[in-house]
């Protein structure tokens, strides 16, 4: 019986619309193991991203991927599912990245385990990193192992005008200079970034860096990642589209934001879905169908053949039936 696999279910928007069973797995909650010195946090798959988040502030320490909530309900569990990291990601890994192990129900009702709770922790195939964007189609999360840091002493946020051509320039430019950035922000008018580190680090760095300081600068970061930042308002289709940083402001209609130095587009437009792919392909990246537009059709960009039986053997391998959130990823996936 096919089953629709959720938590806090914060993040039912991405990927495809999933026929099923509700398969709620929000109850199997709570911390595992925190070891603040040895820098990694093991919790059940239900744990609120809140009480994590609250948890590590105690001892001065993050989640080092800054991931997205989209909701009071997000579970750890869907935060490894989705695999969707905040504005910190270019800077501090990506989910996967920081994702030590994982335990699994696959789909022939087996209990596996697969990594640990150190960084080398594998021999053969590290099938846990795998769960980390898979979007539940491999199995049902138990457990996950995930790498913490501790937080900055200290962080500002700068801001300037600028039109997005000059402001790639900048973002690339800092990119190529020891400079403690750990976040950028373009909303087609305005340059944002975070400065993040040591006191005296981050005083050079802003004078080098320039701009004016912007008090309250985490809620800036905040409505970003969630977002509610003004851009991000509307009923368009909202593309998230990856590119080479220094890849030239994208010639297609809608409203257009940068992230990550370049590397991430959002832009928001009705364009066709064929037009969107094309140019982000030529770009040398691809584009993902992040909120809204049509969820019946393909969502994430298409794949070659030969890794599309890849993604197919891998889901036979774990789910012979292709019981769990049938097509959550592609359609025949």
């Given at each position: 019986?096919?089953?629709?696999?959720?938590g806090?279910?914060?993040?039912?928007?991405?990927g495809?619309?999933?026929?099923?069973?509700p398969?709620?797995?929000?109850?199997?909650?709570?911390v595992?193991?925190?070891?603040?010195?040895?820098?990694?946090?093991?919790?059940?798959?239900?744990?609120?991203?809140?009480?994590?988040e609250?948890?590590?502030?105690?001892?001065?320490?993050?989640?080092?991927?800054?991931?997205?909530?989209?909701?009071?309900?997000?579970?750890?569990?869907?935060?490894?599912?989705?695999?969707?990291?905040?504005?910190?990601?270019p800077?501090?890994?990506?989910?996967?990245?920081?994702?030590?192990?994982?335990?699994?129900?696959?789909?022939?009702?087996?209990?596996l385990?697969?990594?640990?709770?150190?960084?080398?922790?594998?021999?053969?195939?590290?099938?846990?990193?795998?769960?980390a964007?898979?979007?539940?189609?491999?199995?049902?999360?138990?457990q996950?192992?995930?790498?913490?840091?501790p937080?900055?002493?200290?962080?500002?946020?700068?801001?300037?005008?600028t039109?997005?051509?000059?402001?790639i320039?900048?973002?690339?430019?800092?990119?190529?200079?020891?400079?403690?950035?750990?976040a950028?922000?373009h909303?087609?008018q305005?340059l944002?970034?975070?400065?993040?580190g040591?006191?005296?680090?981050?005083?050079?760095?802003?004078?080098?860096?320039?701009?004016?300081?912007?008090?309250?600068?985490?809620?800036?970061w905040?409505d970003?990642?969630?977002?509610?930042?003004?851009?991000?308002?509307?009923?368009?289709?909202?593309?998230?589209?990856?590119?080479?940083?220094?890849?030239?402001?994208?010639?297609?209609?809608?409203?257009?934001?940068?992230?990550?130095?370049?590397?991430?587009?959002?832009?928001?437009?009705?364009a066709?879905?064929?037009?969107?792919?094309?140019?982000?392909?030529?770009?040398?990246?691809?584009a993902t169908?992040?909120?809204?537009?049509?969820?019946?059709?393909?969502?994430f960009?298409?794949?070659?053949?030969?890794?599309?039986?890849?993604h197919k053997?891998?889901k036979?391998?774990?789910?012979?039936?292709?019981?769990?959130?049938?097509?959550r990823?592609?359609?025949?996936?």
């Amino acid at each position: 019986m096919p089953l629709n696999i959720g938590g806090g279910s914060t993040k039912v928007f991405y990927g495809r619309a999933v026929e099923g069973a509700p398969l709620d797995v929000g109850g199997h909650r709570g911390v595992v193991n925190y070891e603040p010195t040895e820098l990694v946090l093991t919790a059940r798959a239900g744990t609120l991203l809140a009480d994590i988040e609250a948890l590590l502030s105690e001892r001065s320490q993050m989640l080092p991927f800054e991931p997205p909530h989209f909701g009071s309900r997000a579970t750890i569990g869907g935060c490894v599912a989705a695999g969707l990291p905040g504005p910190r990601r270019p800077y501090s890994g990506s989910v996967r990245d920081n994702l030590l192990g994982v335990e699994i129900i696959n789909g022939e009702g087996e209990r596996l385990k697969f990594g640990g709770e150190v960084m080398k922790n594998v021999a053969g195939y590290d099938l846990s990193r795998l769960m980390a964007g898979a979007l539940g189609t491999l199995g049902v999360l138990l457990q996950v192992s995930l790498k913490v840091l501790p937080r900055p002493m200290r962080e500002i946020t700068l801001i300037r005008e600028t039109d997005a051509k000059r402001a790639i320039v900048t973002m690339n430019a800092w990119a190529r200079r020891p400079l403690p950035v750990s976040a950028t922000w373009h909303d087609g008018q305005k340059l944002s970034v975070r400065l993040s580190g040591g006191d005296y680090a981050v005083k050079a760095a802003a004078e080098a860096v320039g701009g004016d300081r912007l008090e309250h600068g985490h809620t800036l970061w905040h409505d970003v990642r969630e977002q509610v930042e003004p851009f991000f308002a509307g009923d368009a289709p909202l593309w998230r589209i990856s590119v080479p940083p220094a890849t030239p402001v994208l010639d297609m209609p809608g409203e257009q934001a940068l992230e990550w130095n370049g590397a991430l587009r959002w832009i928001r437009t009705d364009a066709p879905a064929q037009d969107i792919r094309r140019t982000a392909s030529a770009a040398g990246g691809h584009a993902t169908l992040f909120r809204g537009g049509d969820r019946q059709g393909e969502v994430f960009h298409p794949l070659p053949p030969t890794l599309m039986m890849a993604h197919k053997n891998l889901k036979k391998a774990l789910d012979p039936a292709g019981i769990f959130n049938p097509g959550r990823l592609y359609i025949e996936v």
